[in-house]
């Protein structure tokens, strides 16, 4: 955050503007005391979730096949 030609902040001067103004959550996806992540689109609002399991894409992948019920 310094050497950007403009004002320089410190970590805790960062922190209390961030959070004391929600304006800041809405833009930041995370940070620390060397990075600052901007989120890039509706995505980063989501929890991360993880991979699904194996077995339940198989169990989705043979009810999608399934043709006994017709």
Do not use: C, H, W
Request: proline share 6%; aromatic share 8%; charged share 30%.
């Amino acid at each position: 955050m310094q050497n950007m030609g403009k004002g320089n902040f410190t970590f805790d001067g960062f922190k209390a503007a961030y959070d004391s103004d929600p304006r800041f959550k809405t833009i930041i996806t995370n940070f620390d005391k060397e990075n600052i992540e901007l989120k890039s689109d509706e995505m980063d609002d989501l929890p991360a979730t993880g991979e699904p399991k194996p077995d339940a894409v198989n169990k989705m992948a043979k009810n999608a096949v399934d043709l006994s019920a017709m």
